[in-house]
C-alpha cells in the first residue's frame, strides 16, 4: 500500500537517533510574524533551536543613511512597532543632544505621558497573545478594550493609532488634543478596576503558572515584571497628567538640521528593553552610518539557552514571554 | 449601499471580461448561490508580517469585531483558509515564501493588500535593497487597502469592497471561469 | 402535544404490515440512515454557531450577525464554500489513507448514535451492553485521527496525530472509571435501563458524593477525547498551526471539523444519559403537582436540554482557559484523575482544590461577560458610518483644500516634495505668463501617490502656505492599484490672488 521510504524520503532531515527537524515560521501563528525557527526534536522535547532571520530585513539602517534628521524619525516607528513612540523619542533625543537643542518642559511631560501610554499599550497586547499562544483566547479580547481606549487617546492626538510620528526634533509636532487629560484620566480607572480581571484569568490561573513556571529561567521572571511594569506606567502618567505645564509644545530649531560632526548614542527603554540609537555624523544633513541596538534581538539569542531540554509548549510560553517583534528584530 | 452601486457602477476593472459558458437561469441561480455562501465565508490565513498585523489583530478585537461577518475563523494552515491578509512589507527573502503560501492555498482564493507596504513598499519605497515594491509582483491582488497602516474600518472596508467583488463574480478566478467548483 | 415517543413504534407496526420482515428491517435502516446523516448535518449547523456565538459575548462582542437575520444562516454559508472548496491532497501523501481518514472519524461518530436515547423509546438500538459499546467505540476515533496524520506527510500533522493519541488512550481510563460508577450504581449495562433507574431521580442527586465525583472526572476526561481546549493539543493551533488536519481543506477538512461537533454532542448526550437521566423529567421526591407538570414537557426537549448544557459548559471551558502542556496532560491524568502515585492525600487534596478555586474564578468572570450583554462594546461599522467618532486630527490621506473660486493656495514650491520621505508627492510645475507679460511658475499637477503615503504629517509641517493638509478619510479600498495615484489640484483650478 505504501513504501515507507517513498513517505521519508529525505533521510537527512532525521537527525542521529530519530530526531526530528521541523521548520516552524516563517509563517507560523505563535512566532508573532515572520520568525524561522529550526527546531529539532526528541519526541516533544526540544534538543536545539536555530532562528533563521532576515524574512522581514527592509534594510532600515541603510535607509537612515539617505533621510534627513527630520525624516529618519518616521522609519523608526515600523521597527518595533509596538513601541513606535518610544523609537521616535530614542531618536529625537540623539537629535537633541547632538546639535543641543532645548525642549520645552510641556513637550518633555507629554513625551513621557505619551510613552509610558505606548509602554502599556505594549503590554496588553502582550498579554493578550501570550494568553493566546497558551491556548487561552479570551483575554485578548479583554486586554484589547483597554488598548483601544490607549489607540483613541493616541488617535486624538497623534492622529494615528499606531506608527504616530508625534515626535520631531526639539519637541512635538502639534499641541495636544483638548481632551487629552480628560481621557487619560478615564484610561487610567478603567485600567485599574480591570487589573483583576486579569489575574484571575490569565496570571492567577493554575494551568497558566504551571505552563509558564520553571520554563526558563527569565520567562517567570518576566512574567511579574511586566505586571510590575504596567502599574508603575500607570504611576508615572498618574503623576504627569495633572501637571502638564503651559508653554510651546517646540522648541526653536532650524529649518536645516545638521549633526556635528562625530559620534552620538543615546538609548531609551522600550516596552522589550533598552533601544539605542548609534549614529555616525560627518556634519552632513544625513547620518553617515546609523546603527539601532534593538532589544527584541538581544532577547532572541536567549530564545536556544532557555528552551532546550522543554517540550513544544514550552517554546510558545517562553516566545511569548520574551514578546518578540519581528521586523525589530530583522531591522 | 453607497459601495454596492460603486462597484457596480463599472468601475473599470483590469483585465477582460469573458462571458461564462453555458449560463441560463439554473446556472446562474447556482452561482449566485455559490458566490453568497463564498462571500460570507472568507477565512483569512493568520499571516502578518508587520505593523498591519497589529491593526488586523485590532479588527479582531471586540471593538471592531470582524466575527460580524463571519471572518473571525482565521485558520493558520492556508489550506484551509481563503483570503491571504498580506499585512505587512514584504522583502525578496520572504518572497517566495508568500508565494508557495499562495500556492497552498486552496481554490477559490483571494488576496488583500493591506498597507502602503503591501502595495508598494511604502515607506521603504526608495533606498532599500531588501524590499518588494509591491506584493502584486508576487501573487495577484483583489484588493488594495491604503494606510501605514489602514485603521481597522478601513480593513473592515477592503473586506466588504471583497465581499461585493465576489458576489458580482468579479474575482479573477471567476472571470477566467477557472473555478467553478 | 407533539411527541417523539410513539413515532418508532407506529413506523415499525406499520412497516410489518406492508412488508416482510427483512424487507421491513432494510427500509428501517434507510430511514435511520438519513435520519443520522441529517441530524448530522442540522447539529453541525447548529452547534458551530453555537460555538461561535457563545464565544463572541464571552470575547464581549457580537459575533456572526450579518448573513441571515441574526447570523442564522452564517454556518451555512460555510459549509456551502468548504463544499465547493478545491479538496488538496498533497503531492506526497498516503493519498488512500488521507482521503480515507475524515471518513473513519465521521463513521464513528455515526456508530455512536445507535445506543443514545433521544427520547422516550426513541432509540436506533437499545443494545444491552449500551455503555460497554460506547466506550469501545469512541476509542476507535483515534484510529482516524492516526491515519490523517501518518498520511498527510506532514511533520506537524504527525505530531498532532501521536498527542492525540497519547490523550485519548489515556483518558478513555477515567471516561470508562467515571461510567463505571454509574453502571455499579444501576446495575446494568442497558441504557434504558440506566435512564428507567433514574426515575425517582437523576443519578447526579440520588448518587451522592460519587456520582459528583465521577461526573467532574467524566467531563474533563470527555473534554480530553473530544480534543477541545484546554486540551486541544492535537490541534494547539499556536503550537502545530492545525494538528492533525494541517494538510485537509475543502469538503475533507469540513468532515473533520463537524465531527468534533458531532462527538461533542455524543459525549455530552452520554453524559446527561448517565448522571441526568436522558430524556427522564425531574422529579423531586412526592410533590406530586410539581413531578405531573414536568412530565408534560415532552422528553426529547429534557434531553436535549440537559444535552445542551453539557455542550455550553464545555464550550464555556474552552473559551476560558489555557491549553496544558502535553506533560502536564498526562501528568493530570496518572496523578489526578487517576491518584495512583505515591501521593500524600493530603497534598492531592490542596492541589486540587487550589487548582479547581483558580479555575472557576475564571470561569465566574468569562461567564459573567457571557451574561451582562451590556459589556459588548462592538461598534458596527458600516452601519455607523454616520455617526463614527473620527478624531479630526486622523491622518488618512493628504487632501488639497479648494474655495468656492477652484483657488488654493499651492505655489509650487516643492517644500513638501523634499519633505517627504519616500517620494509620494511629485510637483510638476509649469510658467504662466501673467498679463503684464512676466513669467511665473505655477503647478501644473499635483501629484499624490496614497499607495505609498505613510501619513508621516511632514509635507503638511513643511507647507509655507498651509495648501495641504491631512483629512480623515479612511475608505480607500480599491481593486486597482493605478487609482491610489492621485492629482491634488483639481483641474482648472489656479492659485488664490496674494499667495507668495
Known sequence: MYNQTEIIKDTSELGADGELVINMGPQHPATHGVLHLVVTLNGETIKKIEPHLGYIHRSIEKMCESLTYRQFIYVTSRMDYLSSHINNLGCALLVEKGMQIEVPDRAKYVRVILSELTRIASHELWLGAMAMDLGAFTPFFYAFREREMITDIMEDTCGARLTMNYIVPGGLMYDIHPDFQKKVKAFITQFKSKVTEYEDLVTNNVIFQSRTKGVGILSAEDAISYGKEMNQSIRIIEQLIDNIPEGDFVGKTKNVLKLPKGEFYTRVETARGEFGVYVVSEGGTTPHRIKFRSPGFSNLSVLNHISVGSKIGDLMASMGTLDLVIPDIDR | ?181 | MFSLEGITTNVQDWLLMKFNPTMALAIECVIVILLSISLFAILGLVLVLMERKVAAHIQIRLGPNRVGPGGMFQTVADTLKLIMKEGLTPDKADKFLFNLAPFVVMMVGMLLLAPIAFAKNFQIWDINIGVLYISSVSSLSVIGILMAGWASNNKYSLLGAMRSGAQIVSYELSAGFAVLTIVVLTGSLQISEIINAQQNGWWIFKGHIPAVIAFVLYIIAVTAETNRAPFDLAEAESELTAGFHTEYSGMRFALFFLAEYINIFIVCAIGATLFFGGWMPLHIGNWEAFNHIMDYIPSSVWFMGKTFFLIFLIMWFRWTFPRLRVDQLLNLEWKYLLPIRNMFLKEYITDVLTGVTSLLKGMRKTGYYFTHSKEIITEQYPDNRATLLMSDRFKGEVVMPHDANNEHTCTGCTACELACPNGTIKVVTKFETSPEGKKKKAIDALVYRLELCTMCNLCIVACPSDAIKMAPNFEHSVFDRTKLTKVLNQPGSKIREGIE
Not at chain 2, 107 to 132: H, R
Not at chain 2, 147 to 157: F, V
Open chain 2, 1 to 181: 449601499m453607497e459601495l454596492k452601486e460603486k462597484i457596480a457602477g463599472n468601475e473599470p476593472f483590469p483585465g477582460i471580461v469573458h462571458d461564462t459558458p453555458g449560463g441560463g437561469i439554473v446556472v446562474s441561480t447556482f452561482d449566485s448561490i455559490i458566490n453568497w455562501a463564498r462571500s460570507n465565508s472568507l477565512w483569512p490565513l493568520s499571516f502578518a508580517t508587520s505593523c498591519c498585523g497589529i491593526e488586523m489583530m485590532s479588527t479582531a478585537s471586540a471593538k471592531y469585531d470582524f466575527s460580524r461577518f463571519g471572518f473571525e475563523v482565521a485558520r493558520a494552515s492556508p489550506r484551509q483558509a481563503d483570503v491571504i491578509i498580506i499585512a505587512g512589507t514584504i522583502v525578496n527573502k520572504m518572497a517566495p515564501v508568500l508565494k508557495r503560501l499562495y500556492d497552498q492555498m486552496a481554490d477559490p482564493k483571494y488576496v488583500i493588500a493591506m498597507g502602503a507596504c503591501a502595495i508598494s513598499g511604502g515607506p521603504f519605497f526608495y533606498n532599500t535593497y531588501s524590499v518588494v515594491k509591491g506584493a502584486d509582483h508576487i501573487i495577484p491582488v483583489d484588493v488594495y487597502i491604503p494606510g501605514c497602516p489602514p485603521r481597522p474600518e478601513a480593513l473592515l472596508h477592503s473586506l466588504i469592497s471583497l465581499q461585493e467583488k465576489i458576489k458580482l463574480g468579479m474575482t479573477r478566478e471567476q472571470i477566467r471561469g477557472e473555478f467553478k467548483g
